[in-house]
């Protein structure tokens, strides 16, 4: 059974920073891209970065681009993503995913998901 767990949300003021962490159990990390989205209120649940499965290519969002890094260590079964400069339209709740074998932008690529972390910038 595939099962992945957010941690690190948290409420914070504009201009902070979090790191986010997503363990992933039942499933070989380094096999899968792995990707976090996010979703606000009334919203759409968007892309927000990924990572490829070595980790040596990265993709963002043009709205975190330069704030947000996406990083993953295999040896623990892990992804981050740690977040600077955070601003109030950052607030939403974050999950991470697991599923294609490159990095992609649709939610459907993705067949594993975690339970979301909430993350408020408060202004």
């Known amino acids: 059974q595939v099962q992945l767990v957010e941690s690190g949300g948290g409420l914070v003021q504009a201009g902070g920073s979090l790191r986010l962490s997503c363990v992933v159990s039942?499933?070989?990390?380094?096999?899968?891209?792995m990707g976090w989205f996010r979703q606000a209120p009334g919203k759409e649940r968007e892309f927000v970065a990924g990572?490829?499965?070595?980790?040596?290519?990265?993709y963002y969002a043009d709205s975190v681009k330069g704030r947000f890094t996406i990083s993953r260590d295999n040896a623990k079964n892990t992804v981050y993503l740690q977040m600077n400069s955070l601003k109030p339209e950052d607030t939403a709740i974050y999950y991470c995913?697991?599923?294609?074998?490159?990095?992609?932008?649709?939610?459907?690529?993705?067949?594993?998901w975690g339970q979301g972390t909430q993350v408020t910038v408060s202004s």
């Open positions: 995913a697991t599923g294609p074998n490159i990095p992609k932008l649709a939610t459907y690529e993705y067949d594993y």
């Open positions: 039942g499933r070989t990390v380094s096999a899968y891209a």
């Open positions: 990572i490829s499965r070595s980790g040596v290519s990265t």
